[in-house]
């Protein structure tokens, strides 16, 4: 029975449907049965080319996403990575003991190393050892993540237990917790998972009716459902997102329209505009009202940041005992 849950946003964008189908909604649900800490990481958002000028409002638009979309500041513990240094404190005393030659076979660093053009700076590199010490700082047990980050996981189980064998039992040995929702891909690119940074990829959970409706009806498709092909992913992305927000007797019908090729994609992409809206309109309602009490969101995360940092420091005074670096 896990005690802790941990996980992480990046401030790098808009947070979208993706972010909340594969984790804030089970992020929501996880803070009701254990005590849970969810942390805006812009130290990690900086490991790749950055607007320092959007940083700011990045954060808080992720702050006010998040909550607005069901993590409850009375619940958990939301705060941003940065106010709390011993993350990065941390980071380094575990880069002394992982070894460069894991890092460099973690593939979200070789996908994103092969995406910047200039020179792949030493942060990127080490992101997996910043995500091993966001997580063991808290001693957290349960990690809910996309099945993109179990490298990264399986990793930090590892440094976990080098500090263990060599220091003392310091760490418990955190698992993933394997989102259940499936990927929502790009709708410009349905080969592409969506993402905060591929602009025109992503329906944004703030985004007003009118541009869900020019995103959806703009989504790739085919020319029609075939007996010979299987189906595209574009399409088969518009059935994913149906079955997260429509009705099951809706999803049924369209299956049956699909597999009996009289499906048109105009009907099914205007349904899925209306359920979307639907589903979205209390998260934009909340977010509205959050964004206009800017003091509100700044003292949940000032608050989340000291309930933090008194885990933090304990786990930290603990280290450096153990290391002699007392
Ligand atoms: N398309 C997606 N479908 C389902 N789940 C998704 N997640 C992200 N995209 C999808 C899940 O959202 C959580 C937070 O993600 P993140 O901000 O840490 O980074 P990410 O996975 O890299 O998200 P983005 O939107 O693609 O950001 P950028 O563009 O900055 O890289 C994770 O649990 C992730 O699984």
């Known amino acids: 029975m896990p005690n802790r849950v941990f996980s992480g946003i990046q401030p790098t964008g808009l947070v979208h449907i993706g972010n909340y189908l594969g984790a804030i909604k089970a992020?929501?649900?996880?803070?009701?049965?254990?005590?849970?800490?969810?942390?805006?990481?812009?130290?990690?958002?900086?490991?790749?080319?950055?607007?320092?000028?959007?940083?700011?409002?990045?954060?808080?638009?992720?702050?006010?996403?998040n909550i607005a979309a069901g993590l409850d500041p009375e619940v958990a513990t939301i705060f941003v990575q940065s106010h709390v240094p011993e993350h990065t404190e941390l980071?380094?005393?575990?880069?002394?003991?992982t070894p460069m030659g894991r890092l460099s076979h973690m593939t979200q660093f070789k996908e994103k190393s092969r995406q910047i053009s200039g020179e792949v700076n030493v942060g990127l590199f080490d992101y997996p050892v910043l995500q091993a010490a966001d997580i063991l700082l808290y001693k957290a047990d349960l990690v809910p993540v996309g099945q993109d980050q179990v490298q990264h996981i399986e990793l930090t189980r590892?440094?976990?237990?080098?500090?263990?064998?060599?220091?003392?039992?310091?760490?418990?040995?955190?698992r993933a917790q394997l989102s259940?929702?499936?990927?929502?891909?790009?709708?410009?690119?349905?080969?592409?998972?969506?993402?905060?940074?591929?602009?025109?990829?992503?329906?944004?959970?703030?985004?007003?009716?009118?541009?869900?409706?020019?995103?959806?009806?703009?989504?790739?498709?085919?020319?029609?459902?075939?007996?010979?092909?299987?189906?595209?992913?574009?399409?088969?992305?518009?059935?994913?997102m149906l079955r997260e927000f429509s009705a099951p007797d809706t999803v049924r019908?369209?299956?049956?329209?699909?597999?009996?090729?009289?499906?048109?994609?105009?009907?099914?992409k205007n349904t899925l505009v209306e359920d979307i809206i639907a589903a979205l309109a209390p998260i934009r309602a909340r977010a509205s009202e959050l964004a206009a009490s800017p003091q509100r969101v700044h003292n949940i995360l000032r608050d989340g940041a000291e309930k933090a940092k008194a885990i933090a420091q304990k786990t930290m005074a603990e280290v450096k005992l153990k290391m002699g670096l007392v």
Not at 91 to 97: D, E, Q, V
Not at 253 to 268: H, K, V, W
């Open 180 to 240: 259940k929702a499936a990927r929502i891909m790009a709708l410009g690119d349905p080969t592409k998972k969506m993402s905060k940074s591929l602009p025109g990829s992503y329906i944004a959970l703030t985004d007003p009716p009118e541009r869900i409706r020019e995103l959806v009806m703009r989504a790739v498709t085919d020319t029609g459902p075939s007996p010979e092909t299987d189906m595209t992913p574009g399409v088969a992305n518009l059935f994913t």
């Open 27 to 65: 992020w929501a649900n996880l803070q009701h049965r254990f005590e849970s800490l969810f942390c805006i990481v812009d130290y990690h958002a900086i490991t790749v080319p950055f607007e320092p000028g959007l940083m700011q409002q990045n954060i808080f638009d992720a702050a006010v996403a």
């Open 91 to 97: 980071a380094w005393i575990l880069n002394t003991i």
């Open 253 to 268: 019908e369209y299956e049956d329209a699909y597999a009996s090729r009289t499906l048109r994609y105009s009907d099914l």
């Open 158 to 174: 590892d440094i976990a237990r080098k500090f263990n064998v060599t220091f003392g039992d310091t760490f418990p040995s955190p």
